[in-house]
Every structure is written in structure tokens, then in C-alpha cells.
């Protein structure tokens, strides 16, 4: 058995080079642990596969932001009164009333041009969207492609050009990826926060007996028991006595029906995606001392990134 320290990643790259195809390979790829099979052209076959399968959670790996200007606020009333989910919408500029910024994740484009088809401002951004992103949104195009709207313009805002909005807007509206590691407690707690998005390393298809996985199981060492106690001692003795049953189990069953002699030690892989806002609420609860320890200990990883990349939205008193 492996014994490791939580950590975590925070990725923007594919965010700074608008790579949203290929950082939904990067995120998908988790669930299966085979990220070995990144390659140049690879996003194409995963996307196609993840959508023609149902998959679409996948899909709310990274954010896309539309700016819009409308000659009238009709077809923005339309899409509000219809769609307010899962989309944030703000006027980027208060004295330019026609100038509205939309941001979403692919999959809640996906869903609106599937549910509202006809209303004029899903027409005109997807028409934008599947010009940019052929293979996130062409199976959703009408025969003779989404046509143009007049009084509707859409462009694609890079995540560059959002450095000049208001705090209040960017916080809103910009995303943040995490790679997190840590161990399978943790995790149960950090999915219950609604507003984000997470693809998580599968049990039930990773054979941990495997080359890949060293043929071993990996736990997260416990920030409970110091190493060489007699409580370390009995928990190392679980792991070892766990992951001999699992490894048993593997030669006669599935991952999926060994993995249930698998404890909330075991370490594990998680992609987080969500707003800056909800970073923020995260870490509130989270780093506080209420929350469970070995959450407050990830969670300080997490937020030791983000106040290195994002120091006006997480200053350095910003643990709770
Ligand atoms: C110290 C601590 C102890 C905990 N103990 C327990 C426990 O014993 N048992 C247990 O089950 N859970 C427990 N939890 C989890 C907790 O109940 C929440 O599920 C979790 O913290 C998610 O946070 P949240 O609900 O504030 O917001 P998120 O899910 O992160 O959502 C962000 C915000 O969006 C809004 N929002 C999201 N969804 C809705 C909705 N459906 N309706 C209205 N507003 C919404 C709210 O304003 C919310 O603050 C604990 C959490 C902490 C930090």
C-alpha cells in the first residue's frame, strides 16, 4: 500500500489559450484515470464519445463568456424570463445599457438550444458557439445551421479581456479549475457544495490492482494520528488488512463490487469547477474551524493557490 499528503492543482492554462475542448478531455479523462491518452486531435474522439453516450456533466468542465449587445432588451427578457438557470448575466458597463456579458458552461448551452430552440438570443449565440466550437455544438444545429439574428451581436470574450471588469462582475462570472487529491471523506463533503461542477476519479472503473496504479491501493495519510502513535499504527493495519480483501476481491469480481472494502482513507482524484463567488463561500466554510479537519487541511491548499492567482478576491487573511 501508498501512503500520500493531499494536494492540489489549480489549471488555467487551457483557460488562458480558450482550450475549453481540451480541458474537457484533461477533466473528463479523470474519471478513468486515463489521461495517457491525451493527444494532439485526442478532444475530438472524447467529446464526440462523452455526448453521443449521454455523459454531458462532462460538458460543465469550462466556461464560455459571450458578450452581447442588443438593439432592444426583448430578446435578453425572453431569454431570462425562460432560462435563468445555470447562466450568470450581468451588464458589463452601466452606462452602455445594450452591452450585456452571459456566461455559461457548454452543457447549459447544450440544454438551452435543445429546450428554447426558437428564442432569438439562443439562435444567435449558438449560431457563434458552434462557428467556435464545432464539436461541442454541431450535432445541435438545425439543417441549415442556426441563422443570423438581426439586433443580436455575439462575441466570444477571451478570459484576458475580463481583467478590466468590475471585481464584482469578474467574481460573478470567472471560473476556477481544481485538481484536487485528496482522500475519499473529503470529497463526499466538498460535492454537497451545489453551485460547481466535479468529475471524480472512478472506483468502479479503476482496478487499482493494475501497472498504472502500482498494483497497490493508495491511501491518504491521516491528519488525525501522528505517524508512529499507537491510533497510527491501528489505522495502518486497516489499510493493509483493507487493501489485501480489496486486492482478493479483484481476482474473482469487479472493480465496482471490490471497491466495497474500500475505506474513506482512500486517496482519490477530483476536478472542481466553479465561480470565484463560490470559491469564496467554499472556503469560508471550509477552512473554518468547525469543518472537519482533514477538509480544513485540503482546503488551506486550495486557497494558498488562489491567493496567489486571484490575490484581490483571497487576501492573505482570508482563511475563516
Ligand atoms: C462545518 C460544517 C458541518 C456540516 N455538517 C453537516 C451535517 O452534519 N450533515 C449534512 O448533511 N451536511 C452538513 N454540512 C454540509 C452543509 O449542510 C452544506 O450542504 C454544504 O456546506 C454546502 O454549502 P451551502 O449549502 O451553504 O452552499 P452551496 O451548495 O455551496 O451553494 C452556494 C449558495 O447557493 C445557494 N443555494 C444553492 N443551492 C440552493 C438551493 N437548493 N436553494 C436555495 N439556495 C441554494 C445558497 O445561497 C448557498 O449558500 C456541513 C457543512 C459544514 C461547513
Redesign the pocket.
Known sequence: MKVISPECELIDSYFQHNQIEEQIERCGRVCYKSEAKIAPGSANSFIKAIISRGHESVLEMAQIHLELKLSSDTPLQRFLENIPRFFTVDRVDPEDKGCILLSANPRAFRDAARAFPSLKLVKAVMRVLTEHFPRLFEDLAPKHGWPQQDGVTVRLVPVQDMEGMTPLVFRRHRTVLFNIITNRAVTH?LV?????SYLQESQRYCRYSEDKFGSEVTFVEPCFYEKGSPEYQIWQEAMELTEAKYLELLKTSSPQAARNVLPNSCKTEIMVHATIE?WQ??IR??T?A???PA?QQTMRLVLGQLQTAFPQFFPKNSAA
Do not use: G
Open positions: 463533503e454537497r457544495h451545489r453551485i460547481a463560490e463561500h467554499i466554510l471550509r473554518s468547525a469543518a472537519d477538509m
